[in-house]
């Protein structure tokens, strides 16, 4: 399986960017699906997911603001991000797991996913 992220730049405050993460590898019927961002010096930190039925779950600091999507037909994952501030600076991962067993209390948990991208980087200026 590999997961390839792209679409991270640098942006001005209140500004947007749409990162995409390609699959390959894989074809699984269930799975669950989430991004990631790493700031330096920070733990990763679970900024949502979504699984193969389209039931998504967000970090509280980015609700309203970001939304993930998926076109299973292109096996890709999309992360819109709107209104993008300062503190949004990070390494962008998406990640995948071939099941979703406890997703509800495990989606923003990194160990819980199998496979990791190389990451996008979005840098956010104020």
């Known amino acids: 399986v590999q997961l390839v992220e792209s679409g991270g730049g640098s942006v001005q405050a209140g500004g947007s960017l749409r990162l995409s993460c390609a699959a390959f590898g894989y074809s699984y019927s269930v799975y669950c699906m989430g991004w990631f961002r790493q700031a330096p010096g920070q733990e990763r930190e679970g900024v949502t997911s979504i699984d193969h039925d389209d039931y998504t779950r967000y970090a509280d600091s980015v609700k309203g603001r970001f939304t993930i999507s998926q076109d299973s037909a292109k096996n890709t994952l999309y992360l819109q991000m709107n209104s993008l501030k300062p503190e949004d600076t990070a390494m962008y991962y998406c990640?995948?797991?071939?099941?979703?067993?406890?997703?509800?209390?495990?989606?923003?948990?990194?160990?819980?996913?199998?496979?990791w991208g190389q990451g996008t980087q979005v840098t956010v200026s104020s």
């Open positions: 990640a995948v797991r071939p099941d979703c067993r406890g997703y509800s209390g495990s989606w923003s948990l990194s160990w819980w996913y199998s496979y």
